[in-house]
Structure formats: structure tokens, C-alpha cells
Nanobody
Framework: VQLQAFGGGLVQAGGSLILACAAS????????IGWYRQAPGKEREFVAN???????KYADSVKGRFTISRDNAKNTVYLQMNSLKPEDTAVYYC??????????WGQGTQVTVSS
């Protein structure tokens, strides 16, 4: 599976951004797809994803502010980010896990939230 991320950028606190992740290749093997992020000096952390059956999961830190959605016809997953905070500043990575547990990663896109 190949993943390409779009979106990101610089926004003021309280603002919104939308990220998109386009999947190609063996997309029918995908078991879960979503987003992780990595802030400077910190480990990569889970943000949100879709898993088998269309179940969505969110990190507690983004619940109520971020929404994950998808367009199956375009093999694209979106992350709508509202009420952004400076602590949301990170490189955001698209992730897909297949049925064997193997992970694919997109190239990452920078999100910077200014206070």
C-alpha cells in the first residue's frame, strides 16, 4: 500500500485544517487506516483511524475536535481538525495496517498551530 498525504500548514490557535491521505496499491488488504503524529522531541502517537467495519477511534486528546472520514471511491481518508491548539503542532503521518499487521506510512505533513 502506498500512502500520500496532503494538507497541513500554519494556522492560529482555534483555527481549522483538513488533511487528506490517498491510498493506492493493495488497498483491499487494508485492515485499518488513519493518522499518527509526532511532535518535536516526542514519540509518534496515535491520532485517529478507521478499523474493520468502519469503526472509528480517536485519541483522547483530539476527541470532539478532530473528525476522521473517508471517500471509498477515491481511497482517501480525511482528518478534519477544528479548535486547533498549539499542542497539536506536529508532523502528521498517514498510516495503514494490513491484515498481517504490516504497517505502511505516508510521507508526513507539517501542522503548525501558533498561539
Amino acid at each position: 500500500v502506498q500512502l500520500q498525504a496532503f494538507g497541513g500548514g500554519l494556522v492560529q490557535a482555534g483555527g481549522s485544517l483538513i488533511l487528506a491521505c490517498a491510498a493506492s496499491g493493495s488497498t483491499f488488504h487494508i485492515n485499518a487506516i488513519g493518522w499518527y503524529r509526532q511532535a518535536p522531541g516526542k514519540e509518534r502517537e496515535f491520532v485517529a483511524n478507521f478499523s474493520t467495519g468502519g469503526i472509528t477511534k480517536y485519541a483522547d486528546s483530539v476527541k470532539g475536535r478532530f473528525t476522521i472520514s473517508r471517500d471509498n471511491a477515491k481511497n482517501t481518508v480525511y482528518l478534519q481538525m477544528n479548535s486547533l491548539k498549539p499542542e497539536d503542532t506536529a508532523v502528521y503521518y498517514c498510516n495503514a495496517e494490513d491484515r498481517t499487521g504490516s504497517n505502511s506510512w505516508g510521507q508526513g505533513t507539517q501542522v503548525t498551530v501558533s498561539s
